[in-house]
């Protein structure tokens, strides 16, 4: 026996007059002796994987939005997009042209486009517009009577290859008193025989009409 305590021949170093858990500390297994160590370890796994299973790893829209899949063939192909359908087209009912059927349809009192392309028929070798109501004459207004107004209006006048009027605007001087109006009103609902150009087609024409008024 010594201060150092006693060495057994098992190789066991025991204390006399010790309690026997302590002469036996080294005989204890390590799980055992270290059991706070490794409850430790395991509760700080466990909060670890707690915590990253509430993270919300997936994807937001806009990730998705720009993810590409890859083929076996090594193009990339773009996500699946709406394909913009083009909207049907109708046939206008005043002008007899195409406008797309979300929008707002042409204005009456806008000139139709194809008035640029009118042809002079007195110098375009094209036949001359034949009225089919000329039987349908302008009517005085009640001031130009009263005022005793006789004279003329000259009208430029422009068909549609289908014979309607697409203008019908006095020109040079004016007679005043409502009947240069009253002319281009009564010229722009005629309809007309279409002229028809070199080619044998009808074409787009204008021409020059003078509008008399006379009193009776």
């Known amino acids: 026996m010594s201060f150092d305590g006693i060495r057994l021949t098992d190789g066991r170093l025991v204390y006399p007059g010790l309690s026997n858990t302590f ?3 080294e005989t204890i297994p390590w799980v055992s002796r270290n059991k706070s160590v490794w409850l430790g370890a395991i509760l700080l796994v466990l909060s670890i994987a707690i915590t990253v299973v509430k993270i919300d790893w997936s994807p937001d829209d806009s990730e998705l939005d720009k ?9 990339v192909v773009q996500p699946f997009k709406k394909k913009n359908v083009k909207p049907r087209e109708e046939v206008d009912e005043v002008f007899g042209n195409e406008f797309l059927k979300d929008k707002t ?5 806008q000139e139709d486009p194809r008035i640029a392309t009118a042809v002079n028929a007195a110098v ?8 089919l109501s000329p039987e349908i004459r302008p009517a005085y207004t009640s001031e130009a009577r009263s005022a005793g107004i006789e004279g003329a209006v000259t009208l430029e006048i422009v068909i549609s290859e289908d014979g309607k009027v697409l203008r019908a605007k006095p020109v040079g001087k004016k007679l005043g008193m409502g009947l240069d109006e ?11 025989k279409p002229s028809i150009g070199p080619a044998g087609k009808a074409i787009v024409v204008k021409y020059y009409e003078r509008v008399k008024f006379v009193l009776n």
């Open 23 to 25: 002469e036996n500390y």
């Open 67 to 75: 993810l590409a899949v890859t083929v076996d063939f090594g193009d």
């Open 105 to 109: 349809p042409p204005d009456p009192n």
């Open 124 to 131: 375009g070798g094209a036949t001359m517009p034949v009225d």
């Open 182 to 192: 009253a002319a281009a009103k009564t010229y722009k609902a005629k309809r007309f």
